[in-house]
Antibody
Framework: QLQLQESGPGLVKPSETLSLTCTVS??????????WGWIRQPPGKGMEWIGS???????YYNPSLKSRVTISVDTSKNQFSLKLSSVTAADTAVYYC??????????????WGQGTLVTVSS | QSALTQPASVSGSPGQSITISCTGT?????????VSWYQQHPGKAPKLMIY???KRPSGVSNRFSGSKSGNTASLTISGLQAEDEADYYC??????????FGGGTKLTVL
């Protein structure tokens, strides 16, 4: 059973860089044809897609965050990571990682990690 | 790229049917058959309930169904049960390798 788990600091200072890692277990990032995505949910608000990455390193980013986001993959560790620079209080959210199926035939996010709350505060 | 529009809340009694709408534009919901729906219980990870507008993943109850008309997608839950009380989010492909979510709908089972 595929499982994803987010990890990283729960508190980040304004203007600094938020860094999170998603560890995949029960399956290999490099042996699949899926993308791997990051989605966030500010407290009490809806969800926002941040970006997705393929095992080759090919990435898709949300245009509204593209200038501050970097997503990378480490197939040897079965992990993918998110870096969001120049954070402000508006970046406070629960950050989720998820497997992202996106082909000409289908499109969905599943499963998701449990999520990790990142608070931006001095 | 704006968030898809969902009603903030819907409610229904056990056994009834409810429908949650998800309104976008011709650039997202109306332009592609790539709408998915997620159920999220408090403090839990979202769970895929419907994908590609109307397909149901293995293990998801057939009480859940999806449809689309023009720029609006809908999630219908029939035979409402207490365990269905949760937040529901829609998501659509928005072209140019981007995706957009809805603001979420809180379902209350009365």
């Amino acid at each position: 059973q595929l499982q994803l788990q987010e990890s990283g600091p729960g508190l980040v200072k304004p203007s600094e860089t938020l860094s999170l890692t998603c560890t995949v277990s029960g399956g290999s990032i490099s042996s699949s044809t899926y993308y791997w995505g990051w989605i966030r949910q500010p407290p009490g608000k809806g969800m926002e897609w941040i970006g997705s990455i393929y095992q080759s390193g090919s990435t898709y980013y949300n245009p509204s965050l593209k200038s501050r986001v970097t997503i990378s993959v480490d197939t040897s560790k079965n992990q993918f990571s998110l870096k969001l620079s120049s954070v402000t209080a508006a970046d406070t959210a629960v950050y989720y990682c998820a497997r992202h199926a996106t082909t000409v035939a289908t499109d969905w996010f599943d499963p998701w990690g449990q999520g990790t709350l990142v608070t931006v505060s001095s | 790229q704006s968030a898809l529009t969902q009603p903030a809340s819907v409610s229904g009694s056990p056994g009834q049917s409810i429908t949650i709408s998800c309104t976008g534009t011709s650039s997202d919901v109306g332009g592609y058959n790539y709408v998915s729906w997620y159920q999220q219980h408090p403090g839990k990870a979202p769970k895929l309930m419907i994908y590609d507008v109307s397909k149901r993943p293995s293990g998801v109850s057939n009480r859940f169904s999806g449809s689309k008309s023009g720029n609006t997608a809908s999630l219908t839950i029939s035979g409402l049960q207490a365990e269905d009380e949760a937040d529901y989010y829609c998501c659509s492909y928005a072209g140019s390798s981007t995706w957009v979510f809805g603001g979420g709908t809180k379902l209350t089972v009365l």
